[in-house]
């Protein structure tokens, strides 16, 4: 970070210099920009600090912690089962997602795995949270940088989603649905059928914000060419997710780590993009979505019979041990740190989510940004606020 | 698509690290087929992170945070407020690859080619202060700025330690145990205590555990 902030701060000062040395009586006087924490081009209450010199971004600080609500603290006072509930509200656009690694983190603990229809279900609905969570990027993408269409398009889509996600367990926003050892309940009648047309519908809705948003000439030249990460400083931020694989890196948790969930009983590409421009996250956000629906096809397809819920003991007592569990959520790695003492309860977890670091790279990815280029970069970072603050 | 990560790797991985660190690798464990832990002294804690960056090969950093391994010695709020405080154990005792002190400081870094993570800790002493980590990994900045609001642990050699979450200003350090979760200190949550066996089934050690008896 040093390296690069330095030379970029060196090259800002030397063409400050020629120009005062140009056009003395231009010096523009510096102004410090607060946007945010209230301010709709954001997500939630994130505030940006800036610091302008005209219209360049000479400095900024993102000031989160206006969403702290101390949940690492809450699940040393929780039970096993209860803190489900808590992580659910971490990342509220994908919230199933989030309570898969913290119930597998457990069940690695206690050594007790679900059964494989359990698996293939919490897959499907990982998945699908993933399209409810981007799906909402996809509209919102647009109305950031000034396009109102999308964003109906998108909230009319993502209502199939949701309406799938409340017809398996009963909860549109936080489900709950995870449990140790499998899961609350079996698929409800003719769910099955009504996913497969759902996916159609997505699929489409992907190809039209192919065409609607990624195909328009204001669109592409608002984000190419806009807040490039390089793969190495992507990499030391620990930035995941979409936001890496944008930057040309192939990682993806599904595939490369062996997890007991079902993706690897599918094929998938997980699509990489070279630039590491605004453009390249939000395309690969679009695919991605695209590559969930087929998934959650070929996962239906192969969907196995039997039990949802293997045999747990009643009272859940997770004997001692550290466990570290992660997948890949729609914002990125997710991943608990368990620590258990042998209690009904967790004696710490440490809650890595993957907007936290995604964000972290602000102050070196805004400097000398125009002001406008902002909130693309944000947009195209992508954080559910709830998922930076805890 | 790459090999998925196995044993070996992990087992290399501690060999290269007392290799570049020697007696400074105190502990290591590898759990077959799960993940690897490494203890390193606090001294080493740089040297051992430009290590994993550079000779194990972990290019991405995951996080960074730290434990109190002191129990609470409020348990987990289930008691009484009006009652006199329950006697609990305090011994400290910390979890896989040992240490000496109240405070460990953890971390974790992957490698997005070869796959495979590892867990990293060392021992915080009395000063509460570690080496920052923002040389090798510039992602440490903000992790580290929680860990030090949350526990109180200073690091040298950051640029910029202000609070991330809490007001400036703010007393105590809220992930440390000894810092009362004062919704709990008012009003006992009642979860812990209503759990009974369902008619029918054996009434197993539900009873026992029930009732909130815990160390």
Request: charged residues 25%; negative net charge.
């Amino acid at each position: 970070m040093t390296m690069l902030g330095d030379r970029e701060r060196l090259s800002y000062i030397a063409s400050q210099a020629a120009d005062a040395r140009l056009n003395v009586e231009l010096e523009t006087e510096g102004m410090t920009l607060n946007i945010g924490p209230q301010h709709p081009a954001t997500h939630g209450t994130l505030r940006i600090i800036c610091r302008l010199d005209g219209e360049q971004v000479v400095w900024a600080e993102p000031s989160a912690g206006y969403m702290h609500r101390g949940y690492e603290k809450l699940t040393e006072v929780r039970t096993f089962p209860q803190v489900t509930s808590l992580v659910n509200r971490i990342d509220w656009l994908g919230s199933f997602a989030n309570e898969v690694p913290f119930i597998l983190a457990a069940e690695k603990l206690m050594d007790v795995v679900a059964p494989p229809r359990a698996q293939h279900i919490r897959t499907i609905l990982f998945e699908l949270s993933r399209i409810a969570n981007v799906s909402l990027f996809l509209g919102d993408l647009g109305v950031q940088l000034g396009a109102i269409t999308p964003v109906f398009m998108a909230f009319r889509d993502r209502e199939y989603v949701l309406n799938l996600i409340e017809g398996a367990t009963g909860g549109r926003f936080h489900p709950n649905f995870d449990r140790i050892g499998g899961l609350k309940d079996d698929l409800p009648k003719g769910w099955i059928d009504e996913t497969r047309s759902v996916m159609k519908k997505l699929r489409t809705f992907c190809d039209e914000m192919e065409d609607l948003l990624f195909g328009n000439e204001i669109f592409q030249s608002r984000t190419r060419g806009i807040g490039v990460i390089p793969k190495d400083v992507a990499l030391q931020y620990g930035l995941s997710g979409p936001n890496l694989r944008a930057s040309g890196v192939d990682y993806d948790l599904r595939r490369d780590q062996k997890i007991d969930m079902a993706w690897d009983k599918v094929d998938f590409k997980v699509w990489t993009h070279p630039d590491g421009d605004s453009f390249a996250r939000c395309w690969i956000r679009l695919q991605e979505t695209r590559e969930a629906t087929l998934i959650v096809e070929k996962l239906l397809d192969t969907l196995p019979a039997g039990p949802v819920m293997a045999k747990v003991p009643r009272i859940i007592k997770v004997p001692e041990g550290e466990a570290w569990v992660s997948t890949e959520n729609p914002l990125g790695e997710m991943g608990y740190y368990v620590v258990s003492k042998g209690d009904l309860g967790p004696f710490r977890v440490k809650i890595r989510s993957a907007s936290f670091n995604n964000i972290s790279i602000v102050p070196w990815l805004l400097r000398g940004v125009y002001v406008p280029d902002v909130i693309t970069i944000l947009a195209s970072l992508y954080f559910i606020l709830g998922d930076i603050d805890r | 698509m790459a090999e998925l990560p196995g044993d070996t790797l992990r087992e290399r991985a501690v060999d290269q690290l007392r290799a570049e660190l020697g007696d400074a690798l105190i502990d290591s464990l590898v759990k077959p087929g799960d993940d690897v832990w490494v203890r390193v002294r606090a001294d080493a804690w740089r040297e051992a992170g430009v290590a994993l960056r550079d000779v194990v090969g972990l290019d991405y950093f995951c996080f960074l945070s730290a434990i109190d391994w002191m129990p609470s010695p409020y348990g987990r709020g289930e008691d009484d407020p009006t009652q006199p405080q329950a006697e609990r154990d305090m011994t400290i005792k910390q979890g896989y690859t040992g240490g000496e002190t109240r405070f460990q400081l953890f971390a974790r870094a992957c490698s997005t080619t070869l796959h495979f993570g590892v867990t990293i800790k060392a021992d915080i002493g009395d000063d509460m202060t570690m080496p920052t980590w923002i040389p090798c990994y510039a992602g440490a900045n903000w992790h580290e700025r929680e860990a030090h609001e949350m526990f109180g642990i200073n690091f040298a050699g950051h640029p910029d330690l202000r609070n991330m979450y809490l007001p400036t200003g703010f007393e105590g350090h809220p992930m440390r145990k000894d810092f009362p979760l004062l919704a709990r200190m008012v009003k006992p949550w009642p979860g812990i205590v209503d759990v009974e066996p369902l008619p029918g089934e054996p009434a197993d050690d539900a009873a026992s555990d029930g009732e909130g008896g815990e160390s």
